[in-house]
């Protein structure tokens, strides 16, 4: 299996309530990045945690890095329909370049 | 502020032609990758180049070349396409090889027909 897969791959909520999305890779890292993708768009960035990082905030968004269980998590607050997209993290791996996992495609239902 | 400007947006192609892709990076950046995304899956990492000097290399194609000029933008040339080539395709583009935050463009959508 690859670098960097997201679980789960789909996740259906209703706005307001909070979405959680896990990521979880195999080699160290230099630092975790997830990005989100509107269909058929580009990627924006939404928030980088370097590996010696444990918590990350921005605004709505929390990221976790757990460097010894190799995992990272995205927790959207409060999610609205416009945070339907598809979500990935990038691991930016020592000696490699950016390896992305396949993404959870999450859909907030009004 | 200033982003990533990719050209052309859109491309289509015949089987066996040739297409080539521009990269315009964010000002200052030094470092330009390259990315492929076939219809639903991840992007997968190509080349990229710092400084024009390639820097790491992935799953690119040999029919595949690519280079950074010396204004920093980046080419990526596709020779035989293939109906396989078919995707999106994007570039981002980084200060520092390392460490950085890498920011997107909006992609280039090449359907080979």
């Known amino acids: 299996s690859q670098q960097g897969e997201e679980d789960p791959q789909a996740l259906s909520i209703q706005e307001g309530e909070n979405a959680t999305m896990n990521c979880s890779y195999k080699?160290?890292?230099?630092?975790l990045q997830w990005y989100r993708q509107n269909s058929g768009r580009g990627l924006v960035h939404l928030i980088l945690?370097?590996?010696?990082?444990r918590e990350k905030h921005s605004g709505r968004l929390r990221v976790t890095l757990d460097t010894s269980k190799k995992s990272s998590s995205l927790l959207i607050t409060a999610s609205r329909a416009a945070d339907t997209a598809s979500y990935f993290c990038a691991t930016d791996v020592i000696g490699q370049n950016f390896v992305f996992g396949p993404g959870t495609r999450l859909s907030v239902l009004p | 502020a200033a982003g990533v400007i990719q050209s052309p947006r859109h491309l289509i192609k015949e089987k066996r032609e040739t297409a080539t892709l521009k990269c315009y990076p964010i000002p200052r950046h030094d470092t330009v990758y390259w990315y492929q995304q076939g219809p639903g899956q991840d992007p997968q990492f190509l080349i990229s180049f710092y400084e024009k000097m390639q820097s790491d290399k992935g799953s690119i194609p040999d029919r595949f070349s690519a280079q950074q000029f010396s204004d920093y933008h980046s080419e990526l040339n596709m020779s035989s396409l293939e109906l396989g080539d078919s995707a999106l395709y994007f570039c981002?583009?980084?200060?520092?090889?390392?460490?950085?935050?890498?920011?997107f463009g909006p992609g280039t959508r090449l359907l080979v027909l």
């Open positions: 945690i370097r590996s010696n990082e």
């Open positions: 981002a583009s980084s200060l520092g090889r390392t460490m950085g935050t890498q920011y």
């Open positions: 080699t160290s890292i230099n630092n």
